[in-house]
């Protein structure tokens, strides 16, 4: 993400997951102004040849699932395959 006077197409921000339910597993993708729907399958995100994470594409739709009106804003959600056997890490 470049800093200066051009138009800004690509955003980097780091959150928390949202539950959509406090017990459950689902994530909460809504806004006031719409929600981001997941497209496709998650893709792997390699070092070299091992397994550090998994992309997930989503869409934003405006107005209340499922009847939203699709967008062309897209968003690549990022997370990391934790190894449960690996040493902690400093």
């Not at 699932?65 to 897209?74: M, R, S, V, Y």
Request: net charge positive; with cysteine.
């Amino acid at each position: 993400c470049g800093i200066g006077y051009e138009e800004q197409n690509e955003w980097y921000f780091f959150s928390f997951k949202d539950r959509k339910y406090p017990t459950g597993t689902r994530t909460n993708r809504a806004t006031m102004a719409g929600f981001w729907k997941a497209t496709g399958r998650d893709k792997a995100v390699h070092e070299r040849s091992r397994l550090i994470g998994m992309r997930k594409t989503l869409v934003f739709y405006k107005g209340r699932a499922p009847n939203g009106q699709k967008t062309d804003w897209i968003m690549h959600e990022y997370r990391l395959e934790t190894d449960e056997n690996a040493p902690p890490q400093a």
